[in-house]
């Protein structure tokens, strides 16, 4: 190793914000599309969904949505940002 390997880094990191919930790409990663809605929320429903209004279950915004069958994952995350919204999650702290 030289010794630019033991230099500090350049930005000072700090403390790692926990946030609530998972990303809802991860949720919709672990499923196999096309899918119906009644399986998503059979399999999922119970998963904590981040959203901008903190953090919500799976199986509530699922009754939000009208939809029933979903081709590709994208067209069912379309509708989950179109109940739950998009922009800046909070964190634990706020």
Same mark, same amino acid.
């Given at each position: 190793?030289?010794? *630019? +390997? +033991? *230099? !500090?880094?350049?930005?000072? #990191? /700090? !403390?790692?914000?926990?946030? @609530?919930? %998972?990303? #809802? %790409? $991860?949720?919709?990663? $672990?499923?196999?599309?096309?899918? &119906?809605?009644? &399986? =998503?929320? $059979?399999?999922?429903?119970?998963?904590?969904?981040?959203?901008?209004? /903190?953090?919500? &279950?799976?199986?509530? =915004?699922? &009754?939000?949505?009208? *939809?029933?069958?979903?081709?590709?994952?994208? !067209?069912? *995350?379309?509708?989950? $940002?179109?109940? =739950? /919204?998009? /922009?800046? =999650?909070?964190?634990? +702290? @706020?």
């Amino acid at each position: 190793m030289s010794d *630019e +390997d +033991d *230099e !500090e880094p350049a930005v000072t #990191l /700090g !403390e790692p914000t926990p946030v @609530e919930g %998972a990303p #809802l %790409a $991860r949720v919709t990663s $672990r499923l196999v599309w096309p899918k &119906e809605k009644s &399986e =998503i929320d $059979r399999l999922e429903g119970d998963s904590v969904v981040r959203t901008p209004d /903190g953090p919500q &279950e799976l199986s509530t =915004i699922l &009754e939000e949505i009208d *939809e029933t069958y979903f081709q590709r994952h994208q !067209e069912f *995350e379309n509708h989950v $940002r179109a109940v =739950i /919204g998009t /922009g800046p =999650i909070p964190t634990a +702290d @706020e």
